[in-house]
């Protein structure tokens, strides 16, 4: 969060390959059991982008020579991202901005020197879906090659947590870079939605308004969510924020945006020197206002709980995943120095678990106590000793699961 320095850009994160085998040494195959999921999500490529689904949602990121970031995502049957193409340095769709330069979107004028999307080896579903969108510019008309990187990690109830990256190492006077003369400045992550499929928009614990008539910019607002017709239609925020950054709900005639300023604005200093920032944030598509707002203000924080083992874990920042990663780069997977692992504590549903078994593995077994009596998570072998689980269900505070490796 805020300034991070030194990150080796364009680099995945370190999810070590899947390498096959039975996960023994008897030679014999392996044929983990087939588990009917309550809730799956999946990635298809497309033309160098592709499209996340899930009985809920789907995401669509842009292919071809677009900037392969999202650029559209329905919500139940409700499309709620629509390009609507404004001014070059404004938000659209999803991206990140250098405001005053070209906005980096799928359907801006930045001009992309670098562009890909890379699915994370073994991370295609059907519990959880993570791709690295990596990115750099060529600003010719002020010598600026800004680059970044997004890790988007996706589960099957929704909720889409965002890690991004943005690196200069020039300096830079940024109203040079031939999109808008002007001399404020905004390195930003953002997310834009089409306001007409929205009713009502809510700020943290404030009353909801009429989201059609939103046409500020209220600032350091961590949590939001606009709420269309029914609860199926909702998009709730979070923003991780830490002194000298800033968020915005930005009102546009056509969209409101989700905003994330790294720095708070630098006004009539358009000039920098390189930089490095980076930032966490959320999604939750679907469910409602009422029901994700929890969810969202849990997610500003540090997260709820949990025990591995006895050890207690917090939401990865990087993929909000129990066990996951930490910082871009980072190796991921709680390592447990037997083949079961036992999960407790007081968790919200729909949270995952990534665990590194200290041997091979064939398949898990899942376990709740008390017996929910239906199948209540997917799992997903990432590689030989390496597993991550979703789960339909809250932990209760007497409640325990088993994982089991064989």
């Known amino acids: 969060m805020g300034v991070v320095v030194g990150l080796a850009i364009g680099a995945c994160i370190s999810v070590p ?6 996960g023994g040494v008897d030679g014999s195959t392996c044929e983990p059991d087939v588990v009917m999921a309550p809730g799956t999500v999946s990635f298809t490529p497309d033309n160098g982008g592709g499209v996340v689904m899930s009985a809920l949602y789907s995401v669509n990121f842009a292919g071809g020579n677009q900037l392969h970031f999202p650029s559209d995502i329905t919500v139940g049957s409700a499309d709620v991202m629509t390009a609507f193409s404004p001014s070059c340095g404004d938000e659209d769709l999803a991206g990140m901005a250098i405001y005053p330069a070209a906005a980096i979107r799928p359907n801006g004028a930045a001009p992309l020197a670098q562009n890909t999307l890379t699915p994370q080896a073994g991370w295609t579903g059907p519990a959880v879906v993570q791709l690295v969108a990596h990115w750099s510019a060529n600003y010719s008309a002020c010598s600026a090659t800004p680059r970044g990187d997004s890790v988007f990690t996706l589960f099957p109830d929704g909720r ?3 890690h991004d990256i943005m690196t200069s190492d020039q300096t830079v006077t ?24 929205f009713a009502t928009l809510q700020l943290g614990t404030d009353a909801p308004v009429n989201a059609q008539m939103h046409m500020t910019q209220p600032i350091n607002h961590p949590v939001a969510c606009l709420q269309g017709s029914g609860a199926a ?10 002194p000298g950054t800033t968020s915005r709900v930005r009102g546009l005639p056509e969209t409101i945006a989700y905003v994330f300023d790294f720095v708070t604005m630098h006004a009539n200093i358009p000039t920098t020197t390189g930089f490095s920032y980076s930032t966490t944030s959320a999604l939750w598509l679907g469910g409602g206002c009422t029901e994700k707002l929890p969810y969202a203000n849990e997610f500003a924080g540090s997260g709820a709980e949990l025990r591995i083992n006895g050890l207690v874990r917090r939401p990865a920042l990087v993929d909000g995943i129990y066990g996951g990663v930490e910082s871009f780069g980072g190796v991921g ?13 007081t968790v919200r549903a729909f949270f995952a678990v990534w665990l590194r078994f200290p041997a091979a593995t064939c398949d898990i077994a899942v376990s709740k106590v008390p017996d929910p009596g239906n199948v209540f998570f997917a799992k997903q072998k990432i590689d030989e000793d390496e597993w991550v689980v979703w789960f339909r269900d809250s932990l209760g505070p007497s409640d325990k699961i088993t994982i089991t490796a064989r």
């Open 233 to 242: 239609v909702s998009v709730a925020t979070a923003w991780k924020l830490v």
């Open 174 to 197: 940024w109203n040079n870079c031939g999109c808008i003369d002007d001399t404020n400045f905004f390195p930003s992550s953002y997310w834009a939605f089409d306001k007409d499929m």
């Open 160 to 162: 889409v947590v965002r």
């Open 17 to 22: 390959p899947f390498k096959g085998g039975d």
């Open 333 to 345: 997977g709680e390592t447990v120095v037997s083949m079961t692992a036992e999960l407790t504590g």
